[in-house]
């Protein structure tokens, strides 16, 4: 078990100075932080609509976080959760604008569109990484900007939609849309379907045998590798279902949010999730704590913008500063041995 | 001169273009990497290196102070990741990712701050012809790139960080210092070549212009092998697509550009499975020492 100590040296440091850098992000911008800090939560949690949307964009950050938890532990580096939650969103956004089901099957089969390209898209660099020993940290970053191509390509050619202006694929029929949370707002059970992944990914992780045999090789590969644990599997194996969680996340916001895809589907949660993953201490369970919290900041962002006038693009900075705090190489420990490019 | 021949002295020139932005970018992969340093930030990098021009060049009127800034923008982002992947012992990949949101984010919020208008810079004075000199000093840097590297003793002692850092300490110098300055002179070559975009290309910074040439100039490093002539005919190679798709649009019906942007990251991809001959990284490339 991590520690207190650790969380409070770590990740609420993190935080603690965030919000430090946020208020003289706004004293540059000539506003009293107590203004800007105001608009941030009024416009984050401010009312029901508000709320939904902090909501909405914790679930966005959510799935590719806990995607990238998985792999960290197993001491792999995806940094390519943006490219795998991009294919996930495009193999349900496909699938669903021609496929119709009865009842909620349509849903079910969309997610799970959605959890097996992401999967695939991680498994590329698990494989090249199992097979040719090739880095995984280049790969997942390579396959970010490769998904982003094919998808642009796809949208804009063979699966545009006829009927849509920009380029985008055919809306997905009503069945085909996850079930609205709270009325009247954008926010579906995705929200609960992440949560509900991150209490499995827990329990694998700390119940189960495959959950031990990937920590180990995070930790100790060498020692993992005597005590017998397939090391070329095991890397397979956890960039695969790292990318199917992140592609996951994809599906649920083609699902629940855009209920068809295109190339806006993602804003950089993929990258943003690295931080989340990190602030909330690679804990599946914190990590759903820090997405709120950074659902926080991206729904409240705008709102600061509009109402006190501190441009939205400061909490990019604030969320890029607590990266490189957070990134302390204890961490992510074990990463040197073995792991040429 | 008949069509076809314009069309290729067209072809030659927009590669030339395309290319000197990726080959600053790469070659200060090059040396980031040899002196065991994966610099994941370099598109950060050119980002502050093109804002800073364009607001240098805006102030005083000057492009060529701009270019300068452009420079100093690029070194201190790269003197930042240099000493958090050294002396605070962060991780140098996550770190270089928090570069890129840092300095894209920064730019958009000072470009708002500045100019009182989000998306793009109001025209600055630009380099104007003079940027053709900074298309032949990308060769010209390659080539000292290489005699620095290979034929002096500091070059000597960057390569032997990326191998073997325990070994350059052992030698009585500081391993951590060489990386440090390694990674301020690659962040310096990214901020010229995002300068290059900005003040060279153009006249204006605007959100997204590097799209993504850092990264690509990360492919050029592993397809050109971490040796700065490889990265320089890799980077033309990306340069040469790039400036296709320019030449094809409109002169044929259908062009999949989209699809063509892919191939720099495909190539990489290649390379580093060692499919295209055999590829070594240095052994010490991107292990904390």
């Not at chain 1, 208020?23 to 009293?32: D, E, F, Q």
Request: hydrophobic letters at 55%.
């Amino acid at each position: 078990m991590r520690n207190a100590t650790r969380l409070l040296g770590g990740p609420l440091g993190a935080i603690v100075l965030a919000f430090f850098l946020a208020a003289i992000a706004m004293l540059i911008a000539g506003v009293s932080p107590v203004d800007g800090f105001w608009a941030l939560f009024v416009g984050a949690l401010g009312g029901r609509q508000q709320i939904a949307e902090t909501l909405v964009q914790t679930t966005a950050l959510l799935f590719p976080a806990l995607g990238i938890t998985l792999a960290f532990r197993a001491g792999l580096f995806n940094i390519g959760a943006e490219g795998q939650l991009v294919i996930g969103g495009l193999a349900a956004g496909a699938l669903g604008a021609h496929f119709v089901a009865p009842g909620p099957l349509a849903v079910v089969v969309l997610l799970a569109a959605g959890f097996i390209g992401g999967g695939i898209w991680g498994g590329i660099a698990g494989w090249l990484r199992a097979r040719f020993n090739a880095n995984e940290i280049i790969s997942t970053l390579m396959l970010n900007f490769v998904a982003l191509s094919l998808a642009s390509y796809l949208v804009s050619g063979p699966l545009k939609s006829a009927q849509a202006a920009g380029a985008e694929t055919a809306p997905l029929p009503p069945q085909s849309w996850l079930p609205v949370l709270i009325p009247d707002t954008r926010l579906s059970i995705a929200l609960l379907i992440a949560i509900a992944t991150a209490i499995v990914l827990r329990w694998v992780l700390s119940r189960t045998v495959f959950g031990y045999d990937l920590r180990a090789a995070g930790e100790a590969p060498e020692a993992a590798r005597r005590g017998g644990v397939n090391m070329p599997r095991m890397t397979w194996l956890a960039l695969s279902l790292s990318g199917a969680i992140a592609g996951l996340g994809g599906a649920a916001l083609v699902t629940g949010v855009l209920h068809r895809f295109n190339t806006q589907l993602s804003p950089g949660y993929g990258y943003t999730a690295i931080a989340v993953a990190l602030v909330g201490d690679l804990n599946p369970l914190w990590v759903c704590v820090a997405a709120f919290g950074f659902g926080i900041l991206e729904a409240g962002g705008l709102a600061m913008q509009a109402l006190a006038d501190v441009p939205k693009d400061a909490i990019h900075v604030i969320e890029g500063l607590i990266i490189i705090v957070l990134a302390a190489r204890r961490y992510i420990a074990t990463r040197a041995e073995g792991a040429p490019i | 001169m008949n069509a076809g021949s314009s069309l290729i002295a067209t072809l030659v020139t927009l590669t030339l273009i395309k290319s000197t932005p990726i080959i600053y970018a790469a070659l200060g992969g090059v040396i980031s990497e040899r002196s065991g340093v994966i610099n994941i930030g370099l598109e950060g990098m050119m980002i502050g290196g093109a804002f800073t021009a364009v607001v240098f060049s805006g102030v005083t009127g000057n492009p060529v102070i701009g270019l300068l800034a452009g420079i100093g923008a690029g070194a201190v982002l790269g003197l930042v990741l240099g000493l958090a992947a050294t002396i605070f012992k962060v991780d140098q990949i996550v770190a270089g990712t928090g570069i890129n949101l840092v300095a894209a984010g920064a730019a958009a919020y000072a470009l708002t701050l500045i100019y009182n208008q989000p998306g793009a810079s109001p025209q600055v004075n630009a380099l104007g012809n003079g940027f053709w000199v900074l298309v032949a000093l990308a060769f010209v840097c390659a080539m000292l790139l290489h005699v620095v590297l290979y034929e002096t003793p500091w070059g000597l002692r960057v390569r032997a960080c990326g191998e073997n850092p325990r070994a350059v300490h052992d030698a009585a110098l500081n391993p951590l210092r060489l990386r440090v300055a390694a990674v301020a002179i690659s962040g310096a070559l990214a901020g010229l070549g995002g300068a290059f975009l900005s003040i060279g290309e153009v006249n204006i910074f605007s959100d997204g212009m590097t799209a993504g040439r850092g990264f690509i100039a990360l492919a050029a490093v592993i397809f050109g092998r971490w040796t700065p002539w490889g990265a320089t005919g890799a980077s033309m190679f990306f340069g040469f697509f790039e400036a296709l798709q320019y030449v094809l649009q409109g002169r044929v019906g259908w062009l999949p550009a989209d699809a063509m942007q892919a191939v720099p990251y495909i190539a990489a991809l290649i390379a580093i499975a060692g499919l295209v001959g055999k590829v070594r990284a240095p052994a010490a490339d991107g292990v904390p020492y």
